[in-house]
């Protein structure tokens, strides 16, 4: 049985262990949303402490789509030069690098997009109280929105990341277009899953369609938006199934209509929601949420409950923590 320490092939993609740094907004992009140097530093860091995968924090792929002020853009081709740096350092580092993509619809605000807030429907996002009601996407705007993401992910590639991984998780759009709770359509992306996942299949085939054949395409999803009326998890793992038929390698599962950070919840609290998603996908699922102890996120893996692990605010306080779980891991296993 695979340990946190065993390299897994990820279509094609090597991975020295199963370690991940998982997408973490790090609030240092320019305005423009350009990388600056202290971003590249803050991933190279925790690649070289030896984790497998840094996923890179979300990546806007329309100005529409942007989240804040300091978040990083792939909207456009003048973001390349600082993508191929990021990438090139983390990959320097030995870990294998990806870019994640998004769209923020109603999580964003109209002062920093300069217009309306998108989203499915025009609901006030239950995970931002105070946020502004947005205006339903046209059906006649989509394809603009799938293409930004094929446009992102070709972008991300030929900045040297080795793969994407479309957000579809924590509220963002594609969260919004599953939730029942922010999709109130009656047109074909409304109503039952196979509708409100339309988009994300569409997105998903889009950006496939765009990348080099055979490059690894992941995606992060919301198993359970963890609030009353909300998605959960008999529809995430319908939406996984699909995902997987239509080409994703990997299923990042998160979950949490509005944050994925499990407040008051004990450790590992997806660990169940990733379970149920890899018994009905033939894909590595990863999973992230209160795993920082060592010992837990190796016992994950080696419980075959997932496949990969991620590790945020622990590795986001301590930027050796891969390092030292494999100090750990392999001394453990050395005297055992
Ligand atoms: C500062 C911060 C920024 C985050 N940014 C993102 C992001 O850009 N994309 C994303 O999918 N999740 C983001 N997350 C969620 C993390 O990837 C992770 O799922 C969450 O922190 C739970 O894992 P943990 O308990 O190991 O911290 C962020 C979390 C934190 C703490």
Known sequence: MPDLLSPLSVQGLTLRNRIVMPPMWSGQATPDGLITPAIVEYHRRRAASGCGLVIVEHAFVHPRGRHSSTQIGVHADAALDGLTR???????????ACLQISHAGSRGSSRLIGAPLLAPSAVRHPGEPEGEIPEAVPEAMVPEIVRAFGDAAVRAQAAGFDAVEIHAAHGFLLGQFLSPL???????YGGAVEHRARLHLEVLAEVRARLAPGTPVFVRLGA????????ELDDACWTAGRLAEGGAC???????LQGSRG??????????????????????????GGLGEADLADRVVREGRA???????????DPDWAGKAIARLSTARRAG
């Open 86 to 96: 990021l990438a090139s350092a983390i990959r320097q580092e030995g870990a294998a």
């Open 182 to 188: 922010t999709n109130r359509r009656d047109d074909q």
């Open 224 to 231: 359970h938006d963890e609030m009353p009326g909300g998605l």
């Open 250 to 256: 990997l299923i990042d599962v998160s979950g949490g």
């Open 263 to 288: 407040v008051g919840k004990g450790p590992g609290y997806f660990v169940p929601y990733a379970q149920a998603i890899k018994a009905v996908v033939p894909v590595p699922v990863m999973v992230t």
């Open 307 to 317: 496949d990969l692990v991620g590790v945020g605010r622990a590795m986001l306080n």
